[in-house]
């Protein structure tokens, strides 16, 4: 196994991209996790919020279902999510939709970090 020495990347620009996967159908939930509000705000709005704010997060591409893309896109806006550049939909597993995110993210990029988006702390 290998790791990366954070300190030497910190030194230099550290390009991160972040894929957000929110593809799933929430059966075993009995509704869309992704959007029932956690405190007033949607689940989904807590990991977006949060790779937002990371310095070292140049941007975030969001893997959802087809029928979520036009919500996604306005809860992006909503909650001034400007590092979000691509909302794209998801592929049949998590590993495709994870994938589809991955193959998306700009080349100049270091590292890729891929979060649950129903998983609210990160």
Do not use: Q, W
Not at 31 to 43: A, H, N, Q, T
Not at 45 to 56: H, N, Q, V
Not at 71 to 93: F, H, P, Q, R, W
């Amino acid at each position: 196994m290998s790791f990366i020495d954070l300190s030497a990347l910190i030194s230099k620009k550290i390009s991160c991209s972040a894929v957000i996967v929110a593809a799933g159908s929430s059966s075993r939930f009995g509704s869309d996790k992704l959007f029932v509000p956690l405190s007033g705000i949607p689940v989904l709005a807590y990991s977006l919020s949060t790779f937002e704010s990371c310095k070292y997060i140049s941007e975030i591409i969001v893997v959802t279902e087809a029928e979520k893309i036009v919500e996604v896109a306005e809860l992006c806006d909503k909650y001034n999510i400007s590092k979000a550049t691509k909302i794209l939909c998801g592929g049949a597993t998590r590993l495709e939709s994870a994938l589809s995110g991955v193959s998306e993210t700009e080349e100049k990029c270091n590292l890729i970090a891929v979060h649950d988006g129903a998983r609210p702390l990160v």
